[in-house]
């Protein structure tokens, strides 16, 4: 009798999984191989620079054409694309002549015909390098393929190589010092250092990094210089479609010329033309991704145009059918793809006379009356943008200069439809989100404000086994993140280590952190960083933290009070280009600061009511036990580890903490939760931090939930993902944010919906400073110093309104090809419209119509969405699909400057019978936005895609139409109570009012230097009013004032 086989051990199960997944890595990297070459012409997302590099090359600055080519205001600006085009900044400018030199591509004959990059051969046959990794350094031979625009150092490995397309930074030098010095480099290669930063598609655009030294400074100019200019070049030529003007056409047929040229060296000039196939070929590679048959009818109707004087002196009739292009009917195919049928409809409903072109008078109406801008701010703005498109309408051929008309020529020139087209695609003039004007000014205090948090900000990907890295910070910090988290360990060596303890992650230095913070703080906004530190140093090397955040940060560090015995906060106005830290203090400094608060609060009261009637209870005895900070202060992230019904769990492991680390913890003193009428709990620099699941079993019950939103009215609260993460998935942070939490700390190294949200909060206008204004339900009065009085108060403001919106989907632009796909796969993409809000728990506050309705049963769908709508799928067409989708949105709710649309493209598969299978479905891109930041009208909405990169070409057509704000009174008594009250503020303002009235005229007029009342309340009502934007992009009425 057989018996049973024995089941495999554990390890070896694993053991099999491990190499499958790399068996099927490796067949992925060498099925991508063949064709790699061929298919890629160019980035497709937008490369966020970290200005770490130099960005001359020659001396001169390097045009950052394409995304934003159009919006510029320089008149030669097609004479700067041609300069960048012609290889005149490439690097010619090295010390030392170069032997010899190649282009791109090899473009044409005649040196002013000439268009791509100069790249010396050296290059391209190859140049020795120093290879640097974290097990040991290696002589390799780097090589660049001008053709693919790939550099490899090893052929017989797939991974030893990457595309300059998928290229994220070059540093170079002080910027990449943090590297040299994690690898234990000699300071003295630091001028030849090279760090190479860049995507892997092939892992999910996971960020990798090439570290090398460059024998010579020679070379290092010259392997530098030539990838800038490179991708630089390639990044204009992907993004030619959206460009003004011919220079797109004529590189575009000058390199396919050129690779012709390089096959068949017989090639004569007359032989300078494109079939059917080349140009399809040329489509798939510019990402133009369309049915055949709609790339056959342009390729049809341009080969129909008229010829050129070469045609016809080759003997070639006009309109022949020749089977070929040539480079005019290629001119026209191009310009056929450019043509937007949509905005041609839109087009003759605005305009007289469409042959003429948009007049003033019409351009003016379709801003008010459609975008919704106020053009009587700024007539004189609104009339120059007019003109500068209508600029662009008197250029016709290559031999004519453009020219901009002058304010006296207003009545007489006109917009062309091309024209129009290209105002509507503006980044600048159209853009998709309020845009702030003038100085912003975040003047009250810090716990007012939403703030832009990170959890766990050195980790590049999962919990466990995962990778530290300074460019965590980096990467948070350029996107506007105003708070990151440190989390401190003790190094083997003394010095301090920033790892995922007891996790397998590596580490970095303590000090590599701070440095990179010190450099990238402020250059994406103003206004102070937060370093939140979870401490489990010991006592010594805590003190070598507090030392290299002294010595690191200098002054920016605050490492005391503005202002002695102040009770409120400062502002981020005062804290600008300063860094805070969050940390817990040591028992004696608890105590003391603490004893010093209750102190000042008395001194306050008792000065402004006199006698001992505005005094408070002096706070209990400091006592084992019932102190502020327990003798031993836990300094991991569960400082709320009570499960908030009474019952508490076991202790950790507690560290202490070191008075001259403590003491940096000057306006942001972390506080273990125990109760909120603890002494320490009234504090005005405490704050604390909650698990999600404790914070989310805290508020089942509404009267720990309504202490939660009494507290946060005034002090500093923070929620951070659970442990249980280890994916590093986040939460909906909207359900934080309507209970007044200031920092919802999430991971941002995954693009999931609640960091998609996050970057929605503070997207828009001022908000991209990484501090939001709470919704005024959610803050205090200045006037008033009791917490529970405001909460109160605010309480009974918190009513519910109806926010309605219609949406009308148009179109998408040159959608991206999903990952995998063959390029003769069709893309059959639909839109889902989700809305999200804080008031999600009933369906019957939410209300849509048009569409596909995709909610579930309950209302809900994902991440708390109440409403989920969708178009109808259009196949086969990736390029420009049609949707013309019209939706309404109705939602009830208290917070409605939390309500949030988000946008997701999908491609719907077919199945083998070339019918759509429902439930398969790829997502290829999306856009989140708040809805009281979405600007009106027609707008094209940018993409991005998984890994939460822009994409360069991608856009979303849409119509916007928000509906004023109806408050609902679904409570008599509480709308009762809300107007008693309002009667009762008016009656006393105004007795107050009299009052100083009579004191002035009594006393005369003071001059005690302060800022004039009136001033102050301007400064707050002018910071209350959300919508302050530009002339050209500011609504002539807001929802949400």
């Given at each position: 009798?057989?018996?049973?086989?024995?089941?495999?051990?554990?390890?070896?199960?694993?053991m099999?999984?491990v190499?499958?997944?790399?068996a099927n890595?490796?067949?992925?990297?060498?099925?991508?191989?063949?064709?790699?070459?061929?298919?890629?012409?160019?980035p497709?997302?937008?490369?966020?620079?970290s200005?770490?590099?130099?960005?001359?090359?020659n001396?001169?600055?390097?045009?950052?054409?394409?995304?934003?080519?159009?919006?510029?205001?320089?008149?030669d600006?097609?004479?700067a694309?041609?300069?960048q085009?012609?290889?005149?900044?490439g690097?010619?400018?090295?010390?030392?002549?170069?032997?010899?030199?190649?282009?791109?591509?090899?473009p044409?004959?005649?040196?002013?015909?000439?268009?791509?990059i100069?790249?010396p051969?050296?290059?391209?046959?190859?140049t020795?390098?120093?290879?640097?990794?974290r097990?040991?350094?290696?002589q390799?031979?780097?090589?660049?393929?001008i053709?693919s625009?790939?550099v490899?150092?090893?052929?017989?490995?797939?991974t030893?190589r990457?595309?300059i397309?998928?290229m994220?930074?070059?540093?170079?030098?002080?910027?990449?010092?943090?590297?040299?010095e994690?690898l234990?480099v000699?300071k003295?290669?630091?001028?030849?250092?090279?760090?190479?930063t860049?995507?892997?598609?092939?892992?999910?655009?996971?960020?990798?990094?090439?570290h090398?030294v460059?024998?010579?400074?020679?070379l290092?100019?010259?392997?530098?210089?030539?990838?800038?200019?490179?991708?630089?070049?390639?990044?204009?030529?992907?993004?030619?479609?959206?460009?003004?003007?011919?220079?797109f056409v004529d590189?575009?047929?000058?390199?396919?010329?050129?690779?012709?040229?390089?096959?068949?060296?017989?090639?004569?000039p007359?032989?300078e033309?494109?079939?059917f196939?080349?140009?399809?070929?040329l489509?798939?590679?510019?990402?133009?991704?369309?049915?055949?048959s709609f790339?056959k009818?342009?390729?049809?109707?341009?080969?129909?145009?008229?010829?050129d004087?070469?045609?016809?002196?080759n003997?070639?009739?006009?309109?022949e059918?020749?089977?070929?292009?040539?480079?005019?009917?290629?001119?026209?195919?191009?310009?056929l793809?450019?043509?937007?049928?949509?905005?041609?409809?839109?087009?003759?409903?605005?305009?007289?006379?469409?042959e003429?072109?948009?007049?003033?008078?019409e351009?003016?109406?379709?801003?008010?009356?459609?975008?919704?801008?106020n053009?009587n701010?700024?007539?004189e703005?609104?009339?120059?943008?007019?003109?500068k498109?209508?600029?662009?309408?008197?250029?016709?051929?290559?031999?004519?200069?453009?020219?901009?008309?002058?304010?006296?020529?207003?009545d007489?020139?006109?917009?062309?439809?091309?024209?129009?087209?290209?105002?509507l695609?503006?980044p600048?003039?159209?853009?998709?989100?309020l845009?702030?004007?003038?100085?912003?000014?975040?003047?009250?205090?810090?716990?007012?404000y939403?703030i832009?948090?990170?959890?766990?900000?050195?980790?590049?990907?999962?919990?466990?086994?995962?990778?530290?890295?300074?460019?965590?910070?980096?990467?948070v910090?350029?996107?506007g993140?105003?708070?990151v988290?440190?989390?401190c360990?003790?190094?083997?060596d003394?010095?301090?280590?920033v790892?995922?303890?007891?996790?397998?992650t590596?580490?970095?230095?303590?000090?590599?952190v701070?440095?990179?913070?010190?450099?990238?703080?402020?250059?994406a906004?103003?206004?102070?960083?937060?370093?939140?530190?979870?401490?489990?140093?010991?006592?010594?090397?805590?003190?070598t933290m507090a030392?290299l955040?002294?010595?690191?940060l200098?002054?920016?560090?605050?490492?005391?009070?503005?202002?002695?015995?102040?009770?409120v906060l400062?502002?981020?106005?005062?804290l600008?280009?300063?860094?805070?830290?969050?940390?817990?203090?040591?028992?004696?400094?608890?105590?003391?600061?603490?004893?010093?608060?209750f102190n000042?609060?008395?001194?306050?009261?008792?000065?402004?009511e006199g006698?001992?009637?505005?005094?408070?209870?002096?706070?209990p005895a400091?006592?084992?036990?019932?102190?502020?900070?327990?003798?031993?202060s836990?300094?991991?992230?569960?400082?709320?580890?009570?499960?908030?019904?009474g019952?508490?769990?076991?202790?950790?492991?507690?560290t202490?903490?070191?008075?001259?680390?403590g003491?940096?913890?000057?306006?942001?003193?972390?506080?273990k939760?125990?109760?909120?009428?603890?002494?320490?709990s009234?504090?005005?620099?405490?704050?604390?931090?909650f698990q999600?699941?404790t914070?989310?079993?805290?508020?089942?019950?509404?009267?720990?939930?309504?202490?939660?939103?009494?507290?946060?009215?005034?002090?500093?609260?923070?929620?951070?993902?659970?442990g249980?993460?280890?994916?590093?998935?986040?939460?909906?942070?909207i359900g934080?944010?309507?209970?007044?939490?200031?920092?919802?700390?999430?991971?941002?190294?995954?693009?999931?919906?609640?960091?998609?949200?996050?970057?929605?909060?503070?997207?828009a206008?001022?908000?991209?400073?990484?501090y939001v204004l709470?919704?005024k339900a959610?803050?205090g009065?200045?006037?008033?110093?009791?917490?529970?009085?405001?909460?109160?108060?605010?309480?009974?403001?918190?009513?519910?309104?109806e926010?309605?919106?219609?949406?009308?989907?148009?179109?998408?632009q040159?959608?991206?090809?999903?990952?995998?796909?063959?390029?003769?796969?069709g893309i059959?993409?639909f839109?889902?419209?989700?809305?999200?809000?804080?008031?999600?728990k009933?369906?019957?506050?939410?209300?849509?119509?048009g569409g596909?309705?995709?909610s579930?049963?309950?209302?809900?769908?994902?991440?708390g969405?109440?409403?989920?709508?969708?178009?109808?799928?259009?196949?086969?067409?990736?390029?420009?699909?049609?949707?013309?989708?019209?939706?309404s949105?109705?939602?009830?709710?208290?917070?409605?400057?939390?309500?949030?649309?988000?946008?997701?493209?999908?491609?719907?598969?077919?199945?083998?019978?070339?019918?759509?299978k429902?439930?398969?479905?790829t997502l290829?891109?999306?856009?989140?936005?708040?809805?009281?930041?979405?600007q009106?009208?027609?707008?094209?909405?940018?993409?991005y895609?998984?890994?939460?990169?822009?994409?360069?070409?991608?856009?979303?057509?849409?119509h916007?139409?928000v509906?004023?704000?109806?408050?609902?009174?679904?409570?008599p008594?509480?709308a009762?109570a809300?107007?008693?009250?309002?009667?009762?503020?008016?009656?006393?303002?105004?007795v107050?009012?009299r009052?100083?009235?009579?004191?002035?005229?009594?006393?005369?007029p003071?001059?005690d230097?302060?800022i004039?009342?009136?001033?102050?309340a301007?400064?707050?009502?002018?910071?209350?009013?959300?919508s302050?934007?530009?002339?050209?992009?500011?609504?002539?009425?807001?929802?949400y004032?």
């Amino acid at each position: 009798m057989p018996t049973a086989a024995e089941p495999p051990s554990p390890k070896a199960s694993l053991m099999r999984r491990v190499s499958q997944k790399a068996a099927n890595k490796l067949r992925r990297r060498a099925s991508s191989t063949s064709n790699d070459p061929e298919e890629r012409s160019g980035p497709v997302v937008v490369r966020h620079r970290s200005g770490s590099t130099n960005s001359k090359i020659n001396g001169e600055n390097v045009p950052r054409l394409g995304i934003k080519h159009h919006d510029q205001d320089d008149e030669d600006e097609e004479h700067a694309w041609e300069h960048q085009l012609d290889g005149a900044n490439g690097v010619a400018g090295l010390d030392g002549a170069h032997s010899a030199t190649s282009r791109i591509r090899h473009p044409a004959s005649t040196p002013d015909d000439t268009v791509g990059i100069i790249v010396p051969d050296d290059l391209i046959r190859g140049t020795a390098m120093t290879r640097v990794t974290r097990k040991k350094k290696t002589q390799r031979v780097f090589k660049l393929d001008i053709n693919s625009a790939r550099v490899s150092w090893d052929p017989s490995k797939p991974t030893s190589r990457f595309n300059i397309d998928d290229m994220k930074d070059v540093r170079t030098g002080a910027n990449a010092r943090n590297y040299r010095e994690e690898l234990q480099v000699s300071k003295d290669l630091e001028p030849r250092w090279i760090t190479i930063t860049y995507m892997d598609p092939e892992e999910k655009g996971k960020l990798k990094f090439l570290h090398v030294v460059a024998p010579t400074d020679y070379l290092f100019e010259m392997w530098t210089k030539t990838l800038e200019a490179i991708h630089t070049y390639r990044t204009e030529m992907m993004a030619g479609l959206a460009m003004q003007g011919e220079k797109f056409v004529d590189a575009h047929w000058k390199n396919y010329m050129a690779k012709k040229k390089q096959e068949s060296v017989t090639l004569n000039p007359v032989e300078e033309r494109l079939s059917f196939e080349d140009v399809e070929r040329l489509c798939r590679r510019l990402h133009i991704n369309c049915s055949k048959s709609f790339i056959k009818e342009r390729f049809e109707r341009a080969k129909r145009s008229k010829g050129d004087k070469h045609r016809e002196k080759n003997g070639e009739k006009n309109g022949e059918d020749t089977g070929h292009l040539d480079f005019t009917q290629f001119r026209r195919f191009v310009k056929l793809l450019k043509e937007r049928e949509e905005i041609y409809d839109l087009w003759k409903d605005l305009v007289s006379d469409t042959e003429k072109g948009m007049n003033w008078k019409e351009f003016h109406a379709f801003l008010q009356d459609h975008q919704k801008v106020n053009i009587n701010a700024d007539s004189e703005f609104v009339n120059k943008v007019f003109l500068k498109y209508c600029g662009r309408s008197t250029q016709n051929g290559d031999n004519k200069k453009k020219h901009r008309p002058g304010i006296e020529e207003l009545d007489v020139v006109c917009m062309t439809r091309e024209a129009f087209v290209d105002f509507l695609l503006s980044p600048s003039y159209n853009p998709p989100l309020l845009t702030a004007t003038g100085k912003t000014s975040h003047t009250r205090p810090l716990n007012e404000y939403f703030i832009s948090s990170s959890h766990n900000t050195y980790l590049m990907g999962r919990q466990v086994r995962g990778e530290s890295s300074v460019e965590g910070y980096i990467r948070v910090l350029q996107r506007g993140c105003r708070c990151v988290e440190i989390d401190c360990w003790d190094g083997d060596d003394g010095r301090p280590i920033v790892t995922h303890g007891h996790t397998g992650t590596t580490e970095v230095l303590l000090a590599d952190v701070i440095t990179a913070i010190g450099k990238y703080a402020f250059t994406a906004s103003p206004y102070p960083v937060i370093l939140s530190l979870e401490v489990h140093c010991s006592l010594e090397q805590q003190v070598t933290m507090a030392e290299l955040f002294k010595s690191i940060l200098g002054d920016v560090l605050v490492t005391e009070p503005f202002i002695t015995n102040a009770f409120v906060l400062p502002s981020p106005e005062e804290l600008k280009n300063r860094i805070l830290i969050k940390v817990k203090g040591s028992k004696r400094l608890d105590e003391s600061t603490l004893t010093n608060d209750f102190n000042a609060m008395d001194k306050k009261l008792s000065g402004s009511e006199g006698g001992n009637g505005g005094k408070i209870a002096a706070p209990p005895a400091f006592v084992k036990g019932q102190s502020s900070s327990s003798a031993v202060s836990t300094t991991s992230e569960s400082e709320s580890s009570s499960s908030g019904d009474g019952k508490k769990k076991s202790k950790k492991p507690a560290t202490k903490i070191a008075p001259e680390l403590g003491a940096l913890g000057v306006y942001v003193r972390g506080q273990k939760f125990r109760n909120f009428a603890l002494p320490e709990s009234k504090s005005f620099n405490h704050i604390f931090s909650f698990q999600e699941k404790t914070f989310l079993k805290f508020c089942k019950e509404s009267e720990k939930k309504a202490q939660i939103e009494k507290h946060n009215v005034r002090y500093l609260m923070r929620v951070y993902p659970s442990g249980f993460r280890v994916n590093s998935s986040n939460f909906d942070p909207i359900g934080f944010w309507r209970c007044g939490v200031q920092m919802v700390a999430l991971n941002w190294q995954t693009y999931d919906l609640g960091v998609q949200l996050n970057d929605a909060m503070f997207a828009a206008g001022h908000d991209d400073s990484g501090y939001v204004l709470k919704p005024k339900a959610l803050r205090g009065s200045r006037t008033t110093f009791d917490p529970p009085a405001d909460a109160a108060t605010v309480r009974v403001k918190k009513v519910r309104k109806e926010v309605s919106f219609d949406i009308q989907i148009v179109s998408a632009q040159q959608l991206p090809r999903p990952k995998d796909y063959r390029t003769d796969d069709g893309i059959n993409p639909f839109v889902e419209v989700e809305v999200f809000t804080a008031d999600d728990k009933s369906k019957d506050g939410f209300n849509g119509k048009g569409g596909i309705d995709m909610s579930k049963s309950k209302g809900l769908s994902g991440l708390g969405a109440p409403q989920k709508r969708r178009s109808r799928v259009v196949r086969d067409d990736g390029f420009h699909p049609i949707f013309k989708e019209n939706m309404s949105f109705t939602v009830k709710t208290k917070f409605e400057e939390l309500v949030f649309v988000r946008f997701s493209i999908w491609n719907q598969h077919l199945g083998d019978d070339k019918t759509l299978k429902g439930d398969e479905k790829t997502l290829m891109a999306s856009y989140t936005a708040k809805l009281c930041s979405l600007q009106q009208g027609y707008r094209h909405l940018p993409l991005y895609d998984v890994q939460g990169e822009q994409y360069l070409f991608s856009t979303l057509f849409v119509h916007i139409q928000v509906n004023p704000v109806v408050l609902i009174d679904d409570d008599p008594l509480r709308a009762t109570a809300a107007s008693t009250l309002d009667s009762i503020k008016h009656t006393a303002k105004s007795v107050l009012s009299r009052g100083k009235s009579i004191r002035k005229r009594k006393d005369g007029p003071k001059n005690d230097g302060r800022i004039p009342e009136s001033a102050s309340a301007s400064a707050s009502a002018s910071e209350d009013n959300r919508s302050g934007v530009g002339p050209v992009i500011s609504p002539t009425s807001s929802a949400y004032s």
